[in-house]
């Protein structure tokens, strides 16, 4: 059953959404056109269920971020060649936009977006502190990244809103070769079995990090959320540590800063509440009007 707010209020939480999805100078971006033009994944995908769920965005994305950080390349590159401490709602902003381009947008939208990424991470490039070459743009690395950002999602939304399939994560998984193919990586895993191995093989390099500490410490105090919502932030940050496999929190000193055992009910209600609640004018509704579709599809599916 669809969640039925009173007028003001859901006009607010509209409004607090499509904020977080306009970073300041970008253009907007109208998901609902040109009429009929598909995206990378299509209207009935897992993706497009999983991607419309705030609480699983916020609680994945930052579990796919610590899992990109504690790799020393990613993290250095990311550190040295980001805005991330000086401005870290403005590029959280701009994460949060393209990953809803590439997952909503109009293909051919999608598609131009992801190549001036690519062009812009061409100057990412440079040695770790040990003394190991990085490049934004090699495969290796990109393949790390966009398989913890399909574990993070993924978990999130299986975790907290509603259990996927093995069938259902692996589906997942592979509605985003498209998007990682356009990107560059090579080999990203389109199973959980291969992201499983995946995770096995990158593990022995993962390490904790004071980087990784203050990118915990910025996204628990950073005004992401409005002020009304802001108690409920480090709850989420500790929901994404929560997140990670155990082997990966106990390598990275993270086994004390998940969630007690009351926390996750509450989690799983939040999670669950926001999959009722009807965002007229998010990506994915939006996106759902450019191809025909009853804005309330994705909530009805």
Same mark, same amino acid.
């Given at each position: /059953?669809?969640?039925?707010?009173?007028?003001?209020?859901?006009?607010?939480?509209?409004?607090?959404? $499509?904020?977080?999805?306009?970073?300041?100078?970008?253009?907007?971006?109208?998901?609902?056109?040109?009429?009929?033009?598909?995206?990378?994944?299509a209207?009935? &995908?897992?993706?497009?269920?999983?991607f419309?769920?705030?609480?699983?965005?916020?609680?994945?994305?930052?579990?796919?971020?610590?899992?990109?950080?504690?790799?020393?390349?990613?993290?250095?590159? #990311?550190?040295?060649h980001?805005?991330?401490?000086?401005?870290?709602?403005?590029?959280?902003?701009r994460?949060?936009? *393209?990953? /809803? #381009?590439?997952?909503?947008?109009? =293909?051919?939208?999608?598609?131009?977006?992801?190549?001036?990424?690519?062009?812009?991470?061409?100057?990412?490039?440079?040695?770790?502190?040990?003394?190991?070459?990085?490049?934004?743009?090699?495969?290796?690395?990109?393949?790390?990244?966009?398989a913890?950002?399909?574990?993070?999602?993924?978990?999130?939304?299986?975790?907290?809103?509603?259990?996927? &399939?093995?069938?259902?994560?692996?589906?997942?998984?592979?509605?985003?070769?498209?998007? $990682?193919?356009?990107?560059?990586?090579?080999? #990203?895993?389109? &199973?959980? $079995?291969?992201?499983d191995?995946?995770?096995d *093989?990158?593990?022995?390099?993962? +390490?904790?990090?004071?980087?990784?500490?203050?990118?915990?410490?910025?996204?628990?105090?950073? !005004?992401?959320?409005?002020?009304p919502?802001?108690? /409920?932030?480090?709850?989420?940050?500790?929901?994404?540590?929560?997140?990670?496999?155990?082997?990966d929190?106990r390598?990275?000193?993270?086994?004390?800063?998940?969630? =007690?055992?009351? +926390?996750?009910?509450?989690? =799983?209600? /939040?999670?669950r509440?926001?999959? =009722?609640? #009807?965002?007229?004018?998010? !990506?994915?509704?939006? $996106?759902?009007?450019?191809?025909?579709?009853?804005?309330?599809?994705?909530?009805?599916?």
């Amino acid at each position: /059953m669809l969640l039925t707010l009173p007028r003001p209020l859901q006009h607010w939480i509209e409004a607090t959404a $499509a904020a977080l999805l306009h970073p300041p100078g970008a253009p907007p971006i109208d998901f609902a056109a040109p009429p009929g033009e598909p995206a990378l994944a299509a209207a009935d &995908s897992v993706a497009w269920r999983v991607f419309k769920n705030p609480v699983a965005l916020f609680v994945g994305g930052v579990a796919a971020v610590i899992l990109e950080l504690a790799e020393p390349r990613v993290r250095t590159g #990311v550190w040295e060649h980001t805005g991330f401490r000086e401005d870290p709602l403005g590029r959280l902003q701009r994460t949060g936009l *393209a990953a /809803m #381009v590439t997952v909503y947008g109009p =293909r051919g939208v999608a598609e131009r977006m992801i190549a001036r990424i690519v062009r812009a991470h061409e100057a990412v490039r440079g040695h770790t502190p040990s003394g190991d070459p990085y490049h934004a743009n090699d495969p290796e690395l990109l393949r790390w990244v966009q398989a913890t950002a399909a574990f993070g999602f993924g978990e999130a939304y299986s975790r907290y809103v509603r259990p996927l &399939s093995g069938e259902e994560f692996d589906q997942l998984l592979a509605e985003g070769a498209p998007a $990682a193919d356009l990107y560059g990586a090579e080999g #990203v895993p389109t &199973s959980r $079995a291969a992201l499983d191995e995946l995770f096995d *093989a990158t593990r022995p390099r993962l +390490e904790p990090s004071p980087i990784l500490v203050e990118f915990l410490r910025i996204m628990r105090r950073a !005004p992401v959320l409005p002020a009304p919502l802001r108690p /409920m932030q480090g709850l989420l940050v500790r929901a994404a540590v929560d997140l990670l496999p155990q082997p990966d929190r106990r390598r990275l000193s993270l086994l004390a800063e998940g969630l =007690r055992p009351w +926390e996750r009910p509450l989690l =799983r209600a /939040m999670g669950r509440l926001a999959d =009722r609640l #009807v965002l007229r004018n998010g !990506p994915g509704a939006r $996106a759902c009007l450019r191809l025909g579709l009853p804005v309330d599809y994705l909530y009805r599916r």
